[in-house]
């Protein structure tokens, strides 16, 4: 038995799990407890589709070991939603068509909830730098910046 | 059934508007299920051994020490996948590429594969697997490749299309030809001409997500596909085709697919992981790393294109000549055909020629890429119209005008254009904004034309009604892009109920009839042209079901605004169905009720677009960033705005990118040096501006809506736009793409250098 045993905190919820010793993250979350929101684009942490938050720290889930989770909190795409209530994020997505394919879409959310956690009224280019580590191929970006301006802007006045 | 497919103006009341697509919250909370987010009990996994040599012939493989692996229950060769092609020499090279049979011909070419029961076992029993190379002299250089002493790919091709048939074979697989008039007598009257060469580096269509299917086959001879892909149907006939299938035996689903842009419309990993699965008994998930990807899919062609423009002193273009080489990998392809076609595809001209050369090289076998070979041939013609231009003292927008093809127009092509939009889009430039904003310091701005053909092709559409009144619409097309909600809107506009009364889906393929790839801008153009003849379909049941519920001729009921209306003073006071109110009596007149339609979706409306963009250069260091950038381009109808601006940035961003940066970069050992995003960079948010777009309707004629794809059009310019505004900033004429900083600084220095 060369499994690694890891008790660790998945949307709010306590999870256990056991892995290898070379599995990423990401492998556990996609492959062990079919959360399959966070996509694997690279596997090098170079397109941000795998991005979640450890420890109010946005990721690569793809460049952590599943061992490494032992006793953090991590937040997923899906656990952004309360319910059936979207998060003002992925309604300004929605409404904005800050998605054409979707793919990058789940780790656009997580960095942009990180980004605006971080720092609730950014700049355009403060907006386009700390988006800088997730891959778009489809949209240009125009409208993923357009959403997460008003979604900055609802959030603010929450 | 009599469907009329011609434009009709009407007052729009669903198409226009900006819903929320159908498939949006699902996107937007990671339950959506792309190409790799599938599982099936049982499953393994399958890994491919891909060749790390260019060149090179396969004198033996070994597998048996990865048989015995414990957890390893299948290994592949080309043995596994015999050749069934029955002279079908197109697929033939599909198969060839899928698993090489003979030699690898590329850095990355698969050569055997495994299904384990997991991807640790898997990955290990690859490295049991001990293939005996003989290595081969490789050519990976356009120009080079076309020389006498280079090697040869492939010794059964000799070149088509040469007037008498060569003795010897070639890695020139094929020479097209285009053009009308007299070249040679237009440059006689030419008082300037303008001559260049011009390069264009190879560039991956760079989607996110990687080529990722489930195969399943059972004993009995079906088989199930889960697949991220761009044509279910397509796949499916491939598939059964390579592995000596019945197509209706073979079901094959499309997952969500995250991004193709022409890159998922071959088969690569699919008949691979079906020929496992068919082996091992079991299913198979095969999902490709990244490097794969860049390695062994579909890139686009590199190009060495030659351009001659000359013109008058008025600015009348006299004549037009180009000679454009484009790769095909190491298999035969069509795509300098292609450019051939495009490249003056937006100008009147009496004189004009283009010659096409196929060029084969140890690169992966090349794919479509958004609007294919168009973008390098518009690179080389627009570089050259704008430096025309200069040289003739004329503004190159109102050069363009001058010359730009109308309605009418014989194009460089052959076919007479109809009512077309390039025109239309030049003078939206000359009358915009950006256009007249005042520039800074070592700041330029360019502008560029692009032409696409568009593509109708086969097409079928179910529309059911149900008995509460809802409308599901299924479609073949894949949704790319939003494509479920602009077929939605269109629905709801035929039929005349709210948008939020359907739900579109795409249907898999034993679902529904044959439909072709989303390709050539055709989801939203054929797919709505087959649901406006689908609900016509319906509505003339729906009207046949109101005359038997009020008991008067089916002759005296119209379809108006989502209901049934008797007409005529004799009906005065029936009253109006509504679609629900019909429909929930559909038990007991008549069943169901539905609406089908299969159609081949002729007619596809040409596409044009202009360009405008600002560039700062850095002169220290040759780095080139976009400060403005603004599409104009002709949708024909928009039919969900937001996503046809979507589009058109889209587009602009990765022509962005095939223009500052991204390239394909071969070391002299012909393997393939930056596959990975690292590398091979594609653009970040922090690279771009927003990009400002103007949607012109000019309508099809050919389409109810007038509608025409735009999809595509909107790569076409970019490269030629960001080199004329580099050249504008710069004061050097770049002709070789990507303008790299590198590339940027050595044309600065040697222009200095004088």
């Not at chain 2, 005008?401 to 309605?407: D, L, R, S, V, W």
């Amino acid at each position: 038995m060369t499994g690694i045993a890891v008790s660790t905190t998945i949307n709010g919820d306590t999870i256990e799990y056991l892995c290898q010793p070379d599995e990423t993250l990401l492998d556990v979350l996609r492959d062990r407890l079919g959360l399959t929101g966070a996509k694997e684009g690279c596997g090098t942490g170079d397109c941000g589709a795998c991005s979640v938050i450890v420890d109010d720290r946005l990721v690569c889930s793809c460049l952590v070991l599943g061992a490494e989770a032992e006793g953090r909190r991590i937040e997923t795409v899906e656990g952004m939603a309360h319910g059936d209530q979207l998060h003002t994020l992925q309604q300004k997505f929605l409404e904005h068509a800050a998605l054409q394919c979707g793919i990058c879409t789940p780790g656009f959310l997580i960095a942009a909830k990180d980004l605006l956690a971080k720092n609730p009224d950014p700049s355009e280019e403060e907006i386009r730098f700390g988006l800088a580590g997730n891959l778009c191929r489809c949209t240009g970006y125009d409208k993923i910046v357009r959403a997460v301006q008003d979604a900055a802007h609802v959030m603010k006045g929450a | 059934m009599n469907f009329d497919p011609r434009f009709s103006g009407r007052k729009f009341t669903s198409v226009g508007t900006r819903p929320v697509r159908p498939d949006g919250v699902d996107k937007v909370t990671g339950r959506a299920r792309y190409g790799a987010d599938f599982n099936m009990a049982g499953q393994l996994v399958g890994r491919v051994l891909r060749s790390p040599h260019a060149h090179a012939v396969i004198r033996k493989i070994d597998t048996s020490k990865a048989e015995k692996l414990s957890g390893v229950k299948a290994v592949i060769t080309a043995k596994d996948l015999p050749d069934l092609t029955d002279g079908d020499a197109a697929m033939y090279d599909i198969l060839d590429n899928c698993m090489a049979r003979t030699k690898a011909l590329y850095d990355g070419h698969a050569v055997a594969a495994v299904a384990a029961i997991d991807a640790r076992t898997a990955r290990q029993a690859l490295k049991l697997i001990e293939v005996d190379y003989e290595i081969l002299p490789h050519v990976t250089d356009v120009d080079e490749a076309m020389q006498h002493h280079a090697p040869l790919i492939n010794d059964t091709i000799f070149t088509e299309g040469l007037e008498q048939k060569p003795v010897k074979p070639s890695n020139v697989t094929k020479r097209s030809q285009f053009g009308h008039g007299d070249v040679h007598q237009g440059f006689g009257h030419a008082d300037f001409i303008v001559e260049r060469s011009f390069k264009t580096e190879q560039t991956h269509q760079g989607y996110i997500e990687p080529h990722a299917c489930v195969a399943s086959v059972s004993s009995d001879g079906t088989a199930e596909l889960w697949v991220c892909t761009q044509g279910h149907f397509v796949y499916r006939q491939h598939c059964a085709q390579l592995l000596g299938m019945e197509a209706s035996k073979l079901r094959v689903t499309s997952s969500e697919i995250g991004g193709g842009f022409g890159g998922k419309t071959h088969v690569w990993a699919e008949p691979v992981a079906l020929a496992l699965s068919r082996k091992a008994g079991r299913p198979v998930k095969l999902v490709m790393t990244r490097d794969e990807v860049f390695r062994a899919s579909g890139p686009t062609s590199a190009t060495s294109i030659d351009v001659k423009i000359g013109a008058r002193k008025d600015g009348t273009i006299t004549a037009a000549e180009a000679t454009l080489r484009y790769t095909c990998g190491p298999y035969a392809g069509s795509w300098a055909e292609i450019g051939a076609m495009t490249a003056f595809a937006c100008y009147r001209l009496d004189n004009v020629k283009t010659v096409g050369y196929e060029v084969l090289v140890n690169r992966p076998k090349t794919a479509a890429y958004r609007a294919p070979s168009a973008p390098m041939a518009a690179f080389a013609v627009e570089s050259a119209v704008d430096e025309l231009a200069k040289e003739l003292g004329m503004d190159p927008v109102e050069f363009r005008i001058k010359n730009a093809a109308q309605e009418g127009t014989r194009s460089s092509y052959g076919p007479v254009y109809g009512p077309i939009g390039i025109g239309p889009t030049l003078e939206a430039v000359k009358n915009h904004a950006h256009m007249k904003a005042p520039l800074k310091k070592n700041q330029g701005r360019g502008m560029a034309c692009g032409f696409w053909f568009n593509f109708g092709g086969q097409t079928c559409v179910d529309l059911n009604i149900g008995m509460d009144g809802s409308v599901s619409l299924a479609v073949g097309t894949v949704d790319v892009g939003g494509s479920r909600a602009s077929l939605s809107l269109v629905a709801a506009e035929e039929l005349g109920i709210d948008y939020s009364q359907l739900k579109a889906i795409v249907a898999d393929t034993s679902s529904l009839g044959y439909n072709d790839m989303t390709d050539g801008s055709r989801g939203t153009f054929s797919s709505s042209m087959a649901t406006i003849s689908a609900a016509r379909n319906a509505i003339k049941i729906l009207r046949e079901r109101a005359a038997q519920m009020w008991d008067i001729p089916v002759d005296d009921v119209v379809w108006e605004h989502g209901h049934a209306v008797a007409k005529g003073d004799k009906h005065g006071n029936l009253g109006k169905l509504s679609l629900k109110e019909i429909a929930a009596k559909s038990g007991t007149t008549g069943g169901p009720i539905a609406g089908h339609s299969e159609l081949v979706a002729d007619g596809a409306g040409v596409s044009f677009a202009t360009h405008i963009c600002d560039i700062e250069v850095d002169p220290e260091t040759g780095a080139a960033r976009v400060i403005r950038y603004t599409v104009v381009q002709d949708a024909g109808k928009a039919v969900h705005p937001t996503y046809v601006e979507g589009q058109y940035q889209g587009g602009a961003a990765q022509g962005i990118g095939w223009a500052l940066n991204e390239e394909y970069i071969y070391g002299k050992d012909g393997r393939l040096q930056n596959a990975g995003f690292l590398d091979y960079r594609i653009p970040v948010c922090s690279d771009l501006p927003m990009i400002d777009t103007q949607i012109l309707e000019i309508p099809n004629p050919n389409h109810p809506y007038g509608v025409r794809g735009v999809g595509e059009t909107s790569i076409v310019p970019p490269l030629a736009a960001i080199a004329n505004a580099v050249s504008n900033a710069a004061g050097v004429r770049m002709t070789h793409i990507p303008m790299s900083p590198p590339r940027i600084l050595a044309a600065i220095e040697a222009e200095r250098e004088g």
